[in-house]
């Protein structure tokens, strides 16, 4: 149930290249995965995901990596395109940890946590170590100039060699082609994406096949690195309650989300279980 999609070798490819071990020698991205309410999520693991992008950044396709959570599973339950996009997506990671526990419950009994904020570190990491520049697209000017300051500090040989925060509205024809052209020519190779859901992997999606980036699209860990937001703690995280933090945080903002989106996931999944338990575990 793993995406595969054909190599575009038309592409030009006009990056600079990465010092990186031949891509023959990187284990597969994933260990299986599973289906949650319709939602194909790989089961991986950071070094899996940091060994895909490792393979992707040496070929001239763009790629898009979808971090999710109980909001983009429900937004692809509502919404079919969206679910597409989701689906079409060359790795998606457990970014919570109630999709952790459902692919555990589903019989990935090892699934592991893959979660943005640290998925990003571990990228921006790797990426510094093999000189592969990358890109910020999203949020707003001020966060990209403090997250490109704190990414910087903690990695001094990171090159951030694009950044862009994009207007509260559409883009003009005109815009949308300067940024594609910007984006090339800036020579980056990894573009970390903070639109938030849903609307970042809507963006990914439209300009998979524009780009020869690979695309990651990490919503609030754009805020929670730069240091606008407060991370939640570890255990919050571990027992599942970070959704709790985040609405004691942005209660004005988030309120709606978790109370429609929660209840529905619990009570759908608990469905959608029962009637694999009923099926022999198939």
């Known amino acids: 149930c793993c995406s595969v999609r054909a190599r575009d070798t038309t592409t030009p490819f006009r990056a600079r290249s990465a010092v990186v071990e031949p891509a023959t020698q990187y284990p597969p991205a994933t260990r299986g995965c599973r ?38 599973v429900m937004e692809a339950h509502d919404d079919s395109a969206y679910l597409d996009i989701v689906n079409r997506a060359d790795l998606v990671t457990a970014d919570g940890m109630p999709l952790v526990w459902a692919l555990r419950l589903l019989g990935a009994g090892h699934a592991t946590r893959v979660y943005g904020p640290d998925l990003t570190l571990a990228l921006c990491d790797w990426a510094a170590r093999n000189d592969v520049p990358v890109g910020l697209y999203g949020s707003t000017p001020e966060v990209i100039e403090r997250l490109t300051d704190n990414l910087i500090a903690r990695y001094p040989r990171l090159h951030v060699d694009y950044r862009y925060s994009p207007p509260f509205r559409s883009l003009t024809p005109v815009e949308r082609e300067d940024e594609i052209r910007e984006i090339w020519d800036s020579g980056i190779r990894l573009l970390f994406v903070g639109l938030g859901c849903p609307k970042q992997e809507r963006w990914m999606a439209e300009r998979r096949d524009e780009l020869n980036v690979v695309m990651i699209g990490v919503g609030a860990a754009f805020d929670y690195l730069a240091g606008t937001l407060p991370r939640p703690p570890t255990w919050m995280q571990q027992i599942g309650l970070e959704w709790l933090f985040r609405l004691v945080v942005e209660p004005r903002r988030l309120w709606r989300r978790y109370l429609r989106n929660n209840p529905r996931f619990l009570f759908l999944f608990a469905r959608q279980y029962l009637r694999y338990r009923r099926a022999g575990g198939k």
């Open 35 to 72: 289906t949650v309410l319709g939602v194909r999520v790989d089961v991986t693991s950071y070094q899996q995901a940091e060994n895909a992008v490792a393979r992707w950044v040496e070929e001239p396709d763009g790629r898009y990596v979808c971090v999710c959570s109980v909001h983009p």
